[in-house]
């Protein structure tokens, strides 16, 4: 026996293991983009293409230069707001898929604000009062659009999944009849679904005058800690996820369960409102027919991405933001459609909803619950 270690049991350093919450949260959906990334990878070199070279394209496109970065933070802008609204919803215990028409609808009344308010009143409006006019009311549009399904939710017990989908159809197809009729650029020169531009007074100008990166990214990290605020820091934030966590236990507790499905789903088509009138105000200054195709369900695996957290929903928006403005320098590199990128997010999505398959891959132990059965106080 060694005189300096007489127990050599106590001298053993104990095995590194990760915390389960931090295997759940950080490592699993970084497997999983780093997984879907492989198999994009295997789908390049399939299609006879170079994947260094594809990737590269990628990172350059979305980092390679300030103009480069000034783009990724432009399409990363929508997908924070949209993701933050699917976050907010699925905090709540709902399935938020509206985002879409949510988003459209908020991007409409942004744009009839923008270029109506000042026939209306026969008169400027100043700057400052014109663009929050504008933006209010493309949120109020979306969160009206989002109160509609809670509201059938909390009286009729009608699920959100199918009552969202069918106000996207009703939504996008309003959208495009406004936009073909009462709402069209009159100018001879359109031939599109359009509206007329929106006044100087309401459109958010670029913070640098040679890049397009605008207030409204900085309005969408300032937006992402509010959301982090409300839900873990107020009593409204508290209902919200108890309510999400078990409607029964939070009746019992004493909350209004009805009320509070309808404000998570006015809180949630609000932030997809607010993503539209953000894109008509700063960027397009203008709401076009078919802009944001897209958005709202990308919001869905940027939430799932981000672990319904803000800070992650922001991570996950920039990694999606990053690769739809790199994968023209892609496509321009390697003579890949840009389609794959839309693989790749969908892999992403696969694997973050499905990680057990990450798990398996990688053999992470999946965590075991330990289930309690009682039956009655104290048993």
């Known amino acids: 026996m060694d005189k300096e270690n007489p127990n050599p049991k106590e001298a053993t350093p104990p095995k590194f293991k990760l915390d389960s919450k931090i295997v759940n949260t ?8 780093f997984t879907a990334l492989v198999i994009g990878a295997l789908i390049i070199l399939w299609v006879g293409g170079d994947p260094v070279l594809a990737y590269q394209g990628l990172f350059q ?4 230069s300030l103009r480069a970065l000034s783009e990724t ?17 699925f905090k709540g215990g709902l399935f938020n898929i509206g985002g879409e028409g949510q988003l459209a609808f908020g991007a409409v009344a942004a744009a009839w604000a923008g270029y109506a308010l000042p026939g209306i009143f026969k008169t400027d409006i100043p ?3 014109h663009v929050l ?6 949120v109020m549009a979306g969160a009206i659009w989002g109160a509609i399904p809670g509201l059938l939710k909390a009286k009729t017990g009608a699920h959100e999944v199918i009552n969202t989908i069918m106000m996207n159809y009703i939504a996008l197809n309003l959208t495009s009849f406004l936009l073909n009729g009462p709402m069209k650029d009159p100018s001879p020169t359109n031939v599109v679904a359009r509206t007329p531009k929106i006044a100087v007074s309401a459109q958010i100008m670029p913070i640098f005058e040679k890049f397009r990166f605008h207030w ?6 300032v937006m992402a800690f509010l959301i982090w605020w409300l839900l873990w820091k107020t009593k409204l934030g508290f209902e919200i996820r108890t ?3 078990n409607p029964d236990a939070a009746k019992y507790a004493g909350i209004d369960v009805a009320r509070t499905i309808v404000i998570t789903m006015g809180l949630s088509g609000a932030l997809a409102g607010l993503a539209g009138a953000i894109e008509v105000t700063a960027l397009n200054h203008r709401h076009e027919l078919g802009f944001s195709s897209g958005y709202g369900f990308d919001a869905i695996a940027i939430a799932l991405l981000g672990k319904n957290h803000p800070v992650g929903v922001v991570l996950a928006a920039l990694l999606f933001g990053a690769m739809r403005n790199g994968a023209t320098k892609m496509q321009f590199l390697t003579q890949i459609p840009v389609d794959i990128i839309s693989i790749i997010q969908a892999l992403i999505l696969l694997f973050v909803s499905a990680d057990a398959i990450v798990r398996y891959i990688f053999r992470i132990r999946t965590p075991q619950e330990r289930v309690v059965y009682t039956r009655g106080w104290g048993k």
Do not use: D, E, K
């Open 127 to 129: 700057p400052v009062l």
């Open 26 to 33: 950080y490592l699993v959906p970084i497997l999983a983009v």
């Open 73 to 89: 933070t432009v399409w990363a802008c929508p997908y924070i707001f949209a993701g933050l609204a699917v976050a907010i919803g």
């Open 61 to 64: 496109g979305a980092f390679g």
């Open 133 to 138: 006019l504008t933006i209010g009311l493309g």
């Open 243 to 245: 309510t999400g966590l």
């Open 216 to 221: 409204g990214f900085i309005l969408a990290l």
